[in-house]
């Protein structure tokens, strides 16, 4: 689709192109970016680094059926998804989702329900390095609870 931009990918994205991309129809009166970045402390420990893994087949579509649902439930131009993965140190930028419409409240509710099902739905597999050792990143009840609120 045109108007759908999925990218999973390794290397570094850049905000610039996907905000031109995003906002380059006249009709566009609203357009919203969301980037997320690795932290350097999560449950109260030091994180040096983040492993992301995931199952390409299965990643790409479970990522359109969440900008698929955006795109439903409201009016949307344009979606872009770009999720990050391999290594990935602290500060790095993980993940960017941006929408366009004519109106901004549609740009800002799809964009929090995309960044809401992506933690949730979204088939990645997180590892942290931390100051402890290595670990694997379960769901929080937080980001179920977000998600949740869209039902």
């Known amino acids: ?9 390794e290397q570094t994205f850049d905000q610039n192109a996907v905000y031109r991309w995003l906002s380059e129809e006249n009709s566009v009166g609203a357009t919203v970016m969301f980037v997320g970045k690795v932290r350097d402390m999560n449950l109260g420990d030091e994180v040096s680094s983040l492993y992301l893994e995931h199952y390409p087949a299965m990643t790409h579509k479970a990522l359109m059926d969440i900008a698929q649902q955006a795109k439903a439930r409201w009016d949307l131009q344009k979606i ?14 993980i993940v960017l989702v941006g929408t366009a419409s004519a109106h901004r409240g549609d740009a800002y509710h799809a964009n929090e329900f995309i960044m809401d099902y992506l933690k949730t739905q ?3 597999w997180k590892k942290e390095q931390t100051e402890k050792g290595e670990r694997w990143i379960e769901g929080r009840d937080s980001d179920y609870a977000a998600a949740d609120k869209w039902k």
């Open 80 to 93: 872009s998804i770009i999720h990050r993965v391999g290594e990935l140190n602290t500060g790095d930028e």
């Open 122 to 124: 979204a088939p990645f």
């Open 1 to 9: 689709m045109n108007d759908i931009q999925i990218s999973v990918q």
